[in-house]
């Protein structure tokens, strides 16, 4: 009994397991079949995307940063070149707590909230493992510090970035420029593919003009890298393009000599080769430390150069805008000739002063008492004004104007580079539109001696000067000769055609005079001179002496003392530099605008003699 | 009547001459060139897993070696002496549980492992073999369908190691050993209402469990639901194993060739992130042949089950040839992407030592089961 029940049971629990044994197998290949299923939707149905996925993971594209161009000068010496910096920089992957990190190392090394900010902004947009800088342009000390340090920073490390140096900062500043990190604004404006990899662009000077030329091609590396961002092997390689060299027309010698001869002066100086236009020397002074720029400058050094009394980040050469004072006349001369309101025998009395007909208001001669007959000669050697008031009364403001305007006076010279101020040349026209006026004739007086609206930038001066050393004849003044090894050809301006040639002779001859003459007002700078000089002294008022007042050059306020100006050319027979000197608040032209042209030829013509 | 017994005497003859040596050690032969097959395939992606890490592949090797030996030791072993042991080895287990509890080392932020001096072991993995073999050996004595006093004490018994190993934490574990108890209950024949009963209050009780999930337990839900919130926190693992997966294709990137894993971006390539490696490197068409050798090992168990001969040897048989499945579905669902992160290894192929050992010697009382029936006439 007990047997039979338990072979029953016994068969019926074979035949329930039985049972469950297929609902089991039922249910085993259900989960089989679902995770084929799913294989199938990841390796067929979207295998496309995850490829690509796998791809992005495994291939990195890194940008090769090109190389900057060099900035030399005429014979070759170098005037902007890269030297290796240092960065700090940080991969966030290799960091376990970020902010502590951050924290630790402002403790050790000076670190700015703005570094700090940029840098996170950054980490949001960087793949992984990639290394983000916190800070750019470590000292020697810097980097030592944080070498010693080092095993406290996993993740942290410096990494070597060139950085751009200035062998002549001072001398260079207002014609290299310098470069510095990128701000948004610039951001906006350049190439984002082209800019990958930089960090620093030009911010003034040649280094801003020639961007496109210095910065080259940005050059890609395809690599195959780990997830910790080791790179095994190179799967592509575009070689950057390196920025162009470029070879200035300055010469550093020159460029020294005129910064040097300025002494403890503010000012400016041109020198331009007359021939071909190259612009030999640029000076403002004072100049300034670029290389403090390119390293990332602190906002103290910065505050304090921008609020120096001598405005050393103000580029007098090209935005300076002073009053021209006598070194006009020559032009104005020329103008008279031409215009046939002068001849150049007629004999004009200069008392000292000289009035308009009906009118009180003297307008005085610098000579207490006049230089008695002048000539047209005369008067540019010794600087006569009366002659200049009665030529420009009798040519009137809009023939003076037209005329000064061929030898681009008021108009920018188009030298390549960024920010030159394009002065003042007035005229009636002018005149009613800017200030809404009418034209009065005493202002044509005062501006026939190049005082009143009359402005002209240190470069526009040297311009004019070349081209009446060139008789008629201007070139664009340009500071890049080469481009690597392309000439740029020099850029002729429209001439200066004369009715008679013989103009620019006499001209020419009385500038002659203002140098070699016994009465000339630059006679001083002739002594021992190989070469002969043609040149214009100009002395500028800062501020008007009133009618009964006496200029007291002993007792006025330095920064309230009249400019220096001196333009000049030799060799006066065959011209070869053009030089326009202005010293701020250098009292007379002729005593201390003059010795320095005169330095500058030195060393011009007796090298290339 | 006498032909017959002779017949199955002439049959029984020719069986043992054909299968005489296997038999005597208690071999089944399927079984073990599945088995050999699937350990060759897991060693070769390890090589590959491992970025040809050889000191890897050769601890792998020798714990395989240690694996089959412990299986073909514990094939041996007849059935009812298993049954003898069964809840002893339970016993056992739930004391070194609570021993891990309260002395345990902790490692990955669980406390699994219990340090005996020279060898660290996790009871847990006594508890995979020793709950089936308990719920076996209780149901076993009783009339099946079991009634539902039997069903309540056989849960309580499920319960005990499910709940300690889950406080470990260790959820993978867990699940394994509470399905090979709930595989038990099943076989031996429990109502279907009441297991869809159970289905639904377990669903009612998600909240609850919610409620008492550690928090990197919860991050891995979550993760689960949504990988791409994070992509390179707790999202990565599911994602990069996806990228793996989906960039294999149908014949995948070829063995060794797998860029996600060679270049690191596969976390935990060599172990429970392995079948990642393998679906990058061997395509679609590679993973339906591995995983039809898995199927082809669990249908011969399961076969195994079917042709035991006592209620013990049958429902355990059953139980351990459900979990190793389970086994395998778990990791592949996890690994794809439909299942959460839970750290259950790939059985067999990936990189570790103490499961390897467990299931194999699971493997090995298959073995026993099948290689000591008694024949019928005897």
């Known amino acids: ?609 | 009547m006498i032909s017959s017994i002779q017949r199955t005497q002439l049959r029984s003859h020719y069986h043992q001459r054909k299968t005489g040596l296997l038999q005597r050690f208690h071999i089944d032969i399927t079984l073990l060139i599945l088995l050999t097959c699937l350990s060759s395939i897991g060693i070769l992606i390890l090589l590959s897993a491992g970025h040809e890490d050889i000191g890897l592949l050769q601890r792998q090797v020798t714990r395989l070696g240690i694996a089959f030996c412990a299986m073909l030791l514990v094939a041996q072993i007849p059935p009812h002496i298993l049954k003898m042991f069964a809840p002893w080895l339970f016993l056992l287990g739930t004391l070194l549980l609570l021993g891990v509890l309260f002395a345990g080392v902790m490692g990955k932020g669980a406390q699994r492992w219990l340090d005996l001096g020279f060898f660290r072991f996790q009871p847990s993995e006594l508890l995979k073999l020793a709950t089936p073999m308990m719920i076996a050996w209780y149901l076993a004595e009783k009339r099946l369908p079991p009634r539902l006093k039997h069903i309540l004490f056989s849960t309580l018994f499920i319960a005990i190691p499910t709940v300690l190993i889950a406080k470990q934490p260790d959820l993978g574990t867990a699940i394994l050993i509470a399905s090979s108890g709930i595989a038990v209950l099943f076989l031996a024949g429990i109502s279907l209402k009441l297991i869809t009963g159970v289905i639904a209050a377990g669903a009612g009780l998600a909240p609850l469990l919610w409620s008492y999930m550690k928090d990197y337990q919860k991050q891995r839900v979550l993760t689960f639901l949504n990988p791409e919130d994070d992509p390179l926190g707790a999202g990565y693992h599911i994602i990069q194993s996806k990228i793996a997966i989906g960039s294999g294709g149908l014949f995948g990137k070829g063995w060794m060739l797998g860029s996600q894993a060679r270049l690191e971006f596969l976390p935990e390539s060599s172990t429970d992130f392995i079948f990642a490696v393998f679906s990058e490197e061997f395509g679609l068409i590679g993973c339906i042949t591995l995983l039809t050798v898995y199927l082809l090992i669990f249908i011969r168990s399961i076969y195994i089950a079917t042709q035991a001969q006592d209620t013990f040897s049958r429902l355990l048989a059953g139980s351990l040839s459900l979990t190793f499945f389970v086994y395998l579905f778990v990791n592949v669902a996890m690994v794809t992407g439909i299942l959460p992160v839970v750290g259950v290894p790939l059985p067999l192929v990936s990189y570790g030592g103490t499961s390897m050992v467990t299931l194999l010697i699971g493997f090995g009382i298959l073995m026993s089961i099948h290689t000591h029936r008694k024949l019928l006439s005897s």
């Not at chain 1, 190179?234 to 393009?241: E, G, I, M, N, Q």
Request: with cysteine; glycine share 8%; net charge positive.
């Open chain 1, 1 to 609: 009994m007990k047997t039979s029940f338990d072979l029953k049971s016994s068969l019926h629990e074979n035949r329930l397991f039985l049972s469950r044994s297929i609902t089991l197998i039922i249910f085993v290949l259900i989960l089989f079949f679902s995770l084929i299923a799913r294989l199938t939707y990841l390796q067929i149905e979207t295998h496309e995307k995850y490829t690509d996925l796998a791809q992005n993971n495994r291939v990195r594209l890194s940008v090769i940063t090109p190389v900057r161009g060099l900035i030399f000068d005429s014979h070759g010496r170098v005037l902007a070149e890269n030297t290796p910096g240092y960065s700090l920089e940080l991969i966030p992957e290799q960091i376990k707590d970020i902010n502590l990190t951050v924290k630790k190392l402002s403790d050790l090394l000076p670190i700015s909230e703005n570094e700090i900010k940029r840098f996170n902004r950054q980490r949001k947009q960087q793949k992984r493992f990639t290394s983000i800088p916190l800070r750019n342009r470590l000292n020697d000390t810097e980097v030592a510090i944080f070498s010693a340090n080092r095993h406290l920073f996993p993740g942290v490390e410096i990494q070597a970035q060139p950085l751009r140096h200035y062998p002549f900062p001072e001398l260079t500043s207002h014609v290299v420029g310098y470069v510095g990190a990128i701000n948004e604004k610039e951001l906006k404006t350049i190439d984002p593919v082209n800019y990958r990899g930089s960090r620093f662009i030009g911010k003034t000077g040649i280094e801003k003009a020639y961007e496109s030329k210095l910065h080259g091609q940005v050059g890609y590396q395809q690599t195959e890298n780990t997830a910790q961002g080791r790179s095994l092997k190179v799967l592509s390689h575009t070689p950057p393009l390196s920025g162009s060299n470029l070879t200035l027309n300055i010469d550093i010698d020159l460029q020294r000599i005129a910064y040097n001869q300025l002494g403890d002066y503010t000012g400016a100086i041109a020198a331009i080769d007359t021939r071909t236009g190259a612009v030999r020397a640029l000076v403002s002074k004072p100049g300034f430390n670029t290389n403090l720029f390119a390293k990332g400058i602190d906002s103290t050094s910065y505050k304090a150069l921008r609020t120096s009394l001598k405005q050393p980040l103000f580029n007098r050469a090209l935005r300076g805008q002073y009053p021209p004072g006598s070194t006009l006349k020559p032009f104005f001369g020329l103008a008279g000739l031409e215009h046939d309101t002068v001849k150049p025998s007629e004999k004009i009395n200069c008392p000292g002063f000289y009035q308009l007909q009906k009118k009180e208001h003297k307008y005085r001669d610098w000579k207490k008492g006049g230089h008695g007959m002048m000539t047209l000669h005369d008067s540019i050697v010794q600087s006569c004004d009366v002659y200049f008031y009665i030529l420009a009364h009798r040519l009137k403001i809009d023939r003076m104007h037209s005329f000064l305007s061929k030898f681009g006076f008021g108009q920018k010279t188009g030298l390549d580079i960024i920010g030159e101020k394009s002065g003042l040349l007035p005229s009636r026209k002018w005149k009613r539109r800017v200030r809404n006026q009418a034209w009065y004739p005493g202002e044509t007086l005062i501006a026939g001696i190049g005082q009143g609206f009359n402005l002209t930038t240190p470069l526009q001066l040297a311009h004019a000067t070349a081209i009446l050393a060139n008789k008629g004849k201007g070139l664009t003044p340009s500071l890049v000769a080469r481009i690597n090894n392309n000439t740029i050809k020099p850029r002729p301006t429209s001439p200066v055609v004369l009715g008679n040639n013989a103009h620019w002779e006499l001209i020419i001859n009385a500038m002659y005079d203002v140098v070699n003459g016994a009465r000339g007002t630059a006679r001083r700078i002739k002594e021992g001179a190989p070469y002969k000089i043609a040149g214009k002294t100009g002395t500028a008022q800062v501020f008007s002496v009133k009618q009964d007042e006496k200029y007291d050059e002993e007792n006025v306020l330095e920064h309230l003392k009249d400019h220096a100006l001196f333009i000049a050319f030799a060799p006066a027979k065959d011209p070869q530099l053009a030089i326009a000197v202005i010293v701020e608040n250098g009292g007379h032209g002729g005593s201390v605008a003059a010795p320095i042209a005169r330095a500058i030829f030195d060393q011009y013509i007796t090298t290339s003699l």
